[in-house]
């Protein structure tokens, strides 16, 4: 098939109907980013994923043959393949730049208070959890530090928010990161009174607000944040998102982006790839 510059790449679909790129940097964008390939953030998603028992017969030699092995960052599906395309390219742009495409962001998800000076974007990393302090805690998808804010996002592609989650397991994901930021937030970060959580999805229904006052929720979809002018690969984008989505497939896509459905498509095991 052809990826979102029309480049012939190779695929393969998943008993289930996921289509898969043969290696996973052919699912990522990588314009604009240092000629040192890959950076460690990708690395570290780079790990053997289970879902290969999804896959049989010449989609199971495609899917293996890039790494050797199949990694869940090959999923069309995945949301960390858009979520490292979109702010994983957007925390490598020069900084005047990153700060302009950030004020921009503010603005859409209305966050008048949070200044985009002295950015910086962290993608994957762990924060202790909230209900005990261990390591390992929640991995934040994506993390902006401004010089008065902190915000902790959380991003889906076809995939709901996790529930069952806490020590007693009666948390949402929402709910965490809300809990975290509330309780430590101000402590870990005192020069950065603005405490929010993001919630980056397809559809505009993707999330509901369990995060703890004083903390800020705001929710955004992934079609409003890959519109705007000022990201650094914007054009790249706006394609790329478009790609993704119209390659996203089960008969509960939502094509209509209406009714709202749990069962997003038709191979669970994949929805959460990434």
């Known amino acids: 098939m052809k990826d979102w510059n029309e480049n012939e790449i190779a695929c393969a679909c998943s008993k289930g109907g996921v289509i898969v790129?043969?290696?996973?940097?052919d699912n990522l964008i990588k314009a604009g980013c240092p000629p040192v390939w890959p950076p460690s953030e990708i690395v570290q998603k780079l790990y053997q994923s289970r879902q290969v028992r999804a896959f049989a017969g010449d989609d199971l030699?495609?899917?293996?043959?890039?790494?050797?092995?199949?990694?869940?960052?090959?999923?069309?599906?995945?949301?960390?393949?858009?979520?490292?395309s979109v702010f994983g390219a957007a925390a490598r742009a020069p900084q005047s730049v990153l700060e302009h495409w950030l004020d921009d962001l503010f603005t859409l998800i209305?966050?008048?208070?949070?200044?985009?000076?002295?950015?910086?974007?962290?993608?994957?990393?762990?924060i202790p959890h909230p209900d005990n302090l261990v390591s390992g805690g929640p991995e934040i998808d994506v993390g902006i530090s401004t010089a008065n804010a902190l915000i902790l996002c959380e991003a889906k592609w076809l995939s709901g928010v996790g529930s069952a989650q806490g020590k007693e397991k009666d948390k949402d994901q929402i709910q965490l990161r809300g809990e975290f930021l509330k309780n430590y937030g101000s402590k870990v970060y005192p020069n950065q009174p603005e405490l929010v959580v993001v919630g980056i999805g397809l559809f505009h229904d993707a999330f509901?607000?369990?995060a703890p006052e004083p903390v800020i929720f705001r929710s955004i979809t992934w079609g409003e944040v890959?519109?705007?002018?000022?990201?650094?690969?914007?054009?790249?984008?706006?394609r790329y998102f478009k790609w993704?989505?119209?390659?996203?497939?089960?008969?509960?896509?939502?094509?209509?982006l209406t009714a709202r459905s749990d069962a997003l498509f038709s191979a669970p095991s994949l929805a959460r790839s990434g």
């Not at 790129?21 to 940097?25: E, G, K, L, N, Q």
């Not at 208070?113 to 910086?120: L, N, P, T």
Request: glycine fraction near 4%; proline fraction near 5%.
């Open 21 to 25: 790129t043969a290696h996973p940097f």
């Open 61 to 84: 030699v495609i899917c293996t043959s890039g790494l050797g092995y199949y990694c869940d960052l090959q999923s069309i599906h995945s949301e960390d393949a858009i979520t490292w």
């Open 110 to 126: 209305d966050l008048p208070r949070v200044r985009a000076e002295h950015a910086e974007i962290f993608l994957w990393r762990r």
């Open 208 to 210: 509901v607000n369990t």
């Open 226 to 238: 890959c519109s705007l002018a000022s990201h650094p690969m914007a054009e790249e984008v706006e």
């Open 244 to 256: 993704k989505k119209s390659n996203s497939n089960g008969p509960t896509i939502r094509l209509n």
